[in-house]
C-alpha cells in the first residue's frame, strides 16, 4: 500500500507537471526531441564532437545495462552504438579532445546478494570509431564521483565507497559506508594518475564544471551513497587546479539535491532535476527545478523549470542546448517505485 500511494503521489507531481508546464517561457525555451530508446534511471549524459551521449543504466534490481546510445541533433534520432565493457552504474564522465573518459562506478557483485561494489576501472571511449580502450585504474576505488576535464587532464573527484581498512567488497543500505574525498587526476598522455588535494566536503551524487580555470563541485549527497540513508548538501566548493588549493565556500545551492543533470555554458553551471530525503517520515521526492550557478558574481538564478520532474537523468549542454534525458520521476527507487520516462526536453539557453 504505501509503494501504491508513492506511485500515486508521484504520478500526481508528473499530472500536474505536464498541465502547468507550458507556460509562456517553457513554450519560448523548452522543446521536446526524439525519445529516448531504452527509458532507464541512472544514466549519464556528455557532449562530444557536435553529438550528444548517454551512457549508463540500471535496470530494477540493480543490474547495470551498460548501454551506450549517440543522439544526433542534425536528423532528430538516436542511434545504438557498442555497450560498456564493463557493465557499470554511477560512473563519471568526461570529454577531452573528442574522446570520453569514463571513470569508477559500481559493478554488480559476482556472486551473493545484490549491492554495489566499488570499481576503479578507468575507459577511454572513442566516438569516431566507436571503440573502447582501458586505461591505468583509479587509485581509489569509488561510485558516483564527478569527473572535470582540465588543461589536458581529467580530475575524478569524490564519490562513495567503503571505509577506509573495511574488508567489505561492497556497499548496501543496511551496511555503514561512507562518501569519500579522493581528488585524482589522470594524464591522458603518460597513462598515469596523481593524489591531488583532497575534496574538503567529501560527497557523492554531486555536480561538477570547469569555469575560469576553477573546478567547482556542487551538491551531492553526505554520509551514503543512497538517498534513504543519506543527507542532500547545497555546499558549492571551488578548487584551483593551478595551486591544488580549495579556496572558500561560494553560495550555496537554492535547491539542495543531488542525482542531478548538469553543463557549462557561457561561464555559468546549470543543474537540472535530481532528488531528495525530507521531513520526519523520510519522504522523498524529484525536482523539476532548473538552477544556473555563475562564480564571477557568486549568485544562483532560477530558470523555466523541467515539464517531467526526475532524477538520475543524462544531461550536458550542445551548443546552447541543454538536453535532459530519460531518469526517473519516483525518488529512492524500491521495489515498484521506478517510473522511468523517455522524456528528451532540450532547454535553449540562447533563446531571450
Given amino acids: ?38 527509458p532507464a534511471e541512472e544514466v549519464y549524459g556528455i557532449a562530444a ?21 549517440e543522439y544526433d541533433p542534425a536528423n532528430d534520432s538516436w542511434t545504438k552504438r557498442k555497450g560498456m565493457p564493463l557493465k557499470s552504474h554511477h560512473v563519471a564522465l568526461a570529454e577531452l579532445n573528442g574522446k570520453i573518459y569514463v571513470m569508477g562506478g559500481f559493478k554488480y557483485p559476482d556472486k551473493g546478494p545484490r549491492s554495489w561494489v566499488p570499481i576503479d576501472n578507468a575507459w577511454e571511449y572513442d566516438p569516431a570509431n566507436d571503440s573502447w580502450k582501458a586505461l591505468a585504474p583509479l587509485p581509489t576505488k569509488r561510485g558516483s564521483p564527478n569527473a572535470v576535464a582540465h588543461d589536458g587532464k581529467i580530475y575524478v573527484i569524490g564519490g562513495a565507497g567503503v571505509h577506509p581498512g573495511s574488508k567489505a567488497m561492497d556497499i548496501h543500505p543496511a551496511r555503514p559506508h561512507r562518501s569519500l574525498s579522493a581528488n585524482e587526476v589522470y594524464d591522458p598522455a603518460t597513462n598515469t594518475w596523481e ?19 576553477k573546478i567547482y563541485i556542487i551538491g551531492g549527497r553526505l554520509g551514503a551513497a543512497f538517498i534513504t540513508r543519506a543527507q542532500n548538501t547545497g555546499i558549492v566548493e571551488e578548487y584551483d587546479p593551478a ?41 522523498q521526492r524529484t ?4 538552477e544556473a550557478f555563475n562564480p564571477k558574481t557568486n549568485k544562483w538564478s532560477m530558470l523555466p523549470p ?16 541543454f538536453h535532459l534525458v530519460s531518469g526517473d520521476v519516483a525518488s529512492g527507487g524500491g521495489p515498484g517505485t521506478q517510473v522511468h520516462t523517455n522524456a528528451h526536453e532540450v532547454l535553449d539557453l540562447t533563446a531571450k
Fill in 1 to 38: 500500500m504505501i509503494f501504491l500511494i508513492r506511485w500515486l503521489r508521484f504520478g500526481l507531481v508528473a499530472l500536474l507537471a505536464v498541465s502547468f508546464g507550458m507556460s509562456a517561457a517553457y513554450a519560448q525555451k523548452w522543446s521536446m526531441k526524439a525519445k529516448f530508446p531504452e
Fill in 49 to 69: 564532437n557536435g553529438k550528444f551521449y548517454v551512457f549508463g543504466g540500471i535496470a530494477p534490481g540493480w543490474k547495470p545495462m551498460g548501454m551506450v546510445y
Fill in 195 to 213: 593524489s591531488r588535494s583532497p575534496l574538503p566536503t567529501a560527497r557523492n551524487h554531486a555536480i561538477a564544471g570547469a569555469v575560469n580555470d
Fill in 243 to 283: 595551486k591544488d588549493q580549495w579556496g572558500a565556500l561560494k553560495a550555496p545551492m537554492p535547491s539542495p539535491r543531488s542525482a542531478t543533470a548538469w553543463g557549462t555554458y557561457e561561464g555559468k553551471i546549470y543543474v537540472a532535476g535530481g532528488e531528495e530525503r525530507f521531513g520526519a517520515g523520510n519522504w
Fill in 287 to 290: 525536482f523539476r527545478a532548473v
Fill in 306 to 321: 523541467m515539464r517531467y520532474p526526475r532524477h538520475g537523468l543524462a544531461g550536458d549542454i550542445l551548443d546552447g542546448k
